[in-house]
C-alpha cells in the first residue's frame, strides 16, 4: 500500500479562508461603504486644521544652538600639532606644516623654532561628524558650527580648504553664559589686571644708590656639653 503524504504548506489556505470570513462578515454588516465613509470623514476633519510640518527651505529649520553642523576652524590658533588628525577615526583632515625660524630679540639668546599651517583641509564626504577632533584640540581651534547647509553636487567639494574652514567661524554661537556663581575665567582676570607702571629710566652716568653695610652678627656663646649618665 502506498502512503498518502499531507501537503505541508497550510499557512495559505488558512490565510485564505480568513479573509473569505472576514469578506462574508462585511458584506453581511453592509458592504465596505461604511468603512470607506468614515475614512472620507476623518481626512475631511484633518483637512481643516493647520498643518504642523515645515515646508524647507522656504521655512528654516529651528535647530539648537549647540546642534552639530559644519566645522569651522580658527587658524591662529592652530599649531599643527597633529592631534585631530591622528585620532580621527574616518582619516578625514589633511595637515601640512612647515618650521619656520625666529631669531632671538636679546643678545646672547636662542632662536626659536614654530610650526606654521600651510594646509588644513576637511573632507565632509568622510567625516561621520563624532566630535573626537574638537575635543582633543588642546588650543580651541576646531568649533562646531549649526549652519548645515553645504550640499554640493559634485563629491569633490566637500573638501573644504582652511580658509573655507576659517569662513565657517562667523556662523559659530557664542559660549554659553557662566553661572552666577561661577569664578571667573583666568583669562579673564590676568586681561583686566591693570599694566605695571613703567619705571623711570636711569639717567646716565647716575651712580646706582648703595645700600647701608648690614651689622655684623654677633657670634653665638658655645653650649656647654651635656654630662652623660654614668
Given at each position: 500500500?502506498?502512503?498518502?503524504?499531507?501537503?505541508?504548506?497550510?499557512?495559505?489556505?488558512?490565510?485564505?479562508?480568513?479573509?473569505?470570513?472576514?469578506?462574508?462578515?462585511?458584506?453581511?454588516?453592509?458592504?465596505?461603504?461604511?468603512?470607506?465613509?468614515?475614512?472620507?470623514?476623518?481626512?475631511?476633519?484633518?483637512?481643516?486644521?493647520?498643518?504642523?510640518?515645515?515646508?524647507?527651505?522656504?521655512?528654516?529649520?529651528?535647530?539648537?544652538?549647540?546642534?552639530?553642523?559644519?566645522?569651522?576652524?580658527?587658524?591662529?590658533?592652530?599649531?599643527?600639532?597633529?592631534?585631530?588628525?591622528?585620532?580621527?577615526?574616518?582619516?578625514?583632515?589633511?595637515?601640512?606644516?612647515h618650521?619656520?625660524?625666529?631669531?632671538?630679540?636679546?643678545?646672547?639668546?636662542?632662536?626659536?623654532?614654530?610650526?606654521?599651517?600651510?594646509?588644513?583641509?576637511i573632507?565632509?564626504?568622510?567625516?561621520?561628524?563624532?566630535?573626537?577632533?574638537?575635543?582633543?584640540?588642546?588650543?580651541d581651534?576646531?568649533?562646531?558650527?549649526?549652519?548645515?547647509?553645504?550640499?554640493?553636487?559634485?563629491?569633490?567639494?566637500?573638501?573644504?580648504?582652511?580658509?573655507?574652514?576659517?569662513?565657517w567661524?562667523?556662523?559659530?554661537?557664542?559660549?554659553?553664559?557662566?553661572?552666577?556663581?561661577?569664578?571667573?575665567?583666568?583669562?579673564?582676570?590676568?586681561?583686566?589686571?591693570?599694566?605695571?607702571?613703567?619705571?623711570?629710566?636711569?639717567?646716565?652716568?647716575?651712580?646706582?644708590?648703595?645700600?647701608?653695610?648690614?651689622?655684623?652678627?654677633?657670634?653665638?656663646?658655645?653650649?656647654?656639653?651635656?654630662?652623660r649618665?654614668?
Amino acid at each position: 500500500m502506498t502512503e498518502r503524504h499531507e501537503p505541508k504548506h497550510e499557512a495559505p489556505r488558512e490565510t485564505a479562508r480568513a479573509e473569505k470570513a472576514s469578506n462574508e462578515k462585511a458584506s453581511k454588516s453592509g458592504g465596505l461603504l461604511p468603512g470607506i465613509l468614515k475614512g472620507l470623514a476623518t481626512t475631511a476633519k484633518t483637512a481643516t486644521q493647520r498643518t504642523h510640518t515645515h515646508e524647507y527651505p522656504d521655512v528654516a529649520p529651528d535647530l539648537p544652538p549647540r546642534s552639530r553642523g559644519v566645522i569651522a576652524l580658527l587658524e591662529e590658533n592652530c599649531t599643527s600639532c597633529m592631534l585631530c588628525a591622528r585620532e580621527c577615526p574616518d582619516w578625514c583632515i589633511y595637515i601640512d606644516s612647515h618650521k619656520e625660524t625666529i631669531p632671538a630679540t636679546t643678545e646672547g639668546g636662542r632662536d626659536r623654532q614654530r610650526n606654521v599651517l600651510d594646509r588644513f583641509a576637511i573632507d565632509f564626504s568622510l567625516c561621520m561628524y563624532c566630535g573626537i577632533c574638537i575635543e582633543v584640540c588642546p588650543f580651541d581651534a576646531l568649533f562646531w558650527s549649526p549652519q548645515f547647509e553645504y550640499a554640493e553636487t559634485d563629491i569633490r567639494d566637500l573638501l573644504h580648504e582652511k580658509d573655507r574652514l576659517g569662513g565657517w567661524m562667523e556662523t559659530v554661537p557664542p559660549p554659553p553664559a557662566l553661572d552666577e556663581r561661577a569664578a571667573e575665567p583666568a583669562e579673564v582676570t590676568a586681561a583686566n589686571k591693570p599694566p605695571r607702571a613703567a619705571r623711570a629710566p636711569r639717567e646716565p652716568g647716575a651712580a646706582r644708590e648703595t645700600r647701608a653695610p648690614r651689622e655684623p652678627r654677633t657670634p653665638r656663646e658655645p653650649r656647654a656639653p651635656r654630662e652623660r649618665p654614668t
